[in-house]
């Protein structure tokens, strides 16, 4: 339950949270990890199904579930303690990934999350510069993920999350800390919810050379609402909000194009660079309640869509769906989400409350 009052240590807190939200505010010093420039791409990815339902690295909403705050930990509430949670990702070409999560209840710090987060691609065959096989060796990243939550009043709380990570491949091995920074504010009908967060603040500790990589940095807002007459929440997130520029050169989709009969060279008008580029920053989704035991999801990620389209092909890049099923210690959540034409991820999440 939040606080119903303001009390002079809840002012006291007020301070800390503008503190922290300057930090999420003005991270001036940072750089983002744009398409795969970077390491530790477990750090960006979405923990649980219900997130990955949704197409999005993090939701706010007001809840019980305690798996919205493993992403999320300004959702951290006494009400989750005492859960645990196991997830289990297939990823394409044979590489998996998954979690497991427990949310313990302090005396004096309220509850704080233990995560440990795992991405393997299992056995692959190495070969040397002659193309003779030597052998197989594997691939693996861990993050271990301690989150604690704060609440200030009734609608505002902040969170953070501390995650010391490693990467073994083959004989090579890098380190890294990170940390993510998060203010919430929650409306007093509990409809109406949104996230300002920092995400992967850090860098490595010991890298795989002598060349130091950068983590995936990411600068998020996020809310959500619902209706109060019908039984849908809708979600929106505007992502990589650190850079502005998301676009590329796509030969397949040029923005400049050259007549081959008159040698005219054409532009594309620059309010569609623009809208494009806005678009490639939103997600959306949205949550069906059909009673309080069952939930479908549905989300979108338009610039999913727009970097994985083919020539003359309709797919479902981008797209993402899933289910909640709920009883009264279970939590059963099973999400897809379509990368591409030719693979899509597979999540399962199980919650157990004590």
């Known amino acids: 339950m939040r606080q119903q009052k303001r009390t002079p240590s809840a002012s006291h807190n007020k301070w800390l949270a503008l503190g922290v939200l300057f930090l999420v505010l003005f991270p001036s010093p940072l750089t ?9 791409t477990l750090l960006g990815r979405p923990t649980t199904a219900r997130s990955a339902a949704l197409g999005m690295n993090l939701l706010a909403l007001h809840s019980t579930d305690p798996t919205i705050a493993l992403d999320n930990p300004s959702l951290l509430t006494p009400a989750m303690a005492h859960t645990f949670t196991l997830s289990y990702i297939s990823l394409p070409a044979s590489t998996y990934a998954g979690d497991i999560a427990y949310i313990h209840q302090t005396k004096h710090l309220g509850p704080i999350i233990f995560n440990l987060k795992y991405n393997t691609t299992g056995r692959i065959d190495q070969y040397d510069e002659e193309d003779n096989n030597i052998g197989t060796f594997s691939a693996s ?17 902040i969170g953070v999350n501390f995650k010391p990570a490693i990467s073994q491949y083959a004989e090579y091995t890098a380190a890294a800390i990170a940390i993510d920074i998060a203010g919430t504010y929650v409306s007093n009908s509990h409809n109406f919810a949104t996230t300002l967060m920092a995400r992967n603040i850090g860098s490595q500790i010991k890298p795989f050379s002598e060349t130091m990589e950068e983590l995936p940095f990411e600068l998020l807002w996020t809310l959500s609402y619902k209706l109060n ?14 850079k502005w520029n998301l676009r590329y050169d796509d030969p397949l989709h040029p923005t400049t194009q050259v007549d081959p009969f008159t040698g005219e ?17 939103t997600l959306f989704g949205v949550e069906a309640e059909l009673g309080k035991s069952l939930t479908f999801s549905v989300g979108y990620s338009y610039r999913q ?24 210690r279970f939590d059963i959540i099973y999400a897809r989400h379509n990368y591409h034409l030719s693979q899509a991820s597979n999540y399962f999440s199980i919650t157990y409350r004590l």
Do not use: C
């Not at 983002?32 to 530790?40: D, M």
């Not at 271990?144 to 009043?153: A, E, H, K, V, Y």
């Open 229 to 242: 007459r019908a039984p849908f929440r809708l979600f929106f997130t505007a992502n990589e909000l650190q």
């Open 305 to 328: 869509s727009a970097e994985m389209i083919g020539a003359d092909i309709i797919n479902l890049s981008g797209f993402s769906f899933g289910a909640t099923v709920r009883t009264k």
């Open 141 to 157: 990243d861990y993050v271990l993920n301690i989150g604690w939550g704060l609440p200030i009043d009734s609608n505002f709380s």
């Open 265 to 281: 060279e054409t532009s594309e008008p620059w309010i569609e660079g623009v809208v494009d580029n806005l678009m490639r920053h």
């Open 32 to 40: 983002g990890q744009i398409a795969g420039l970077g390491t530790y």
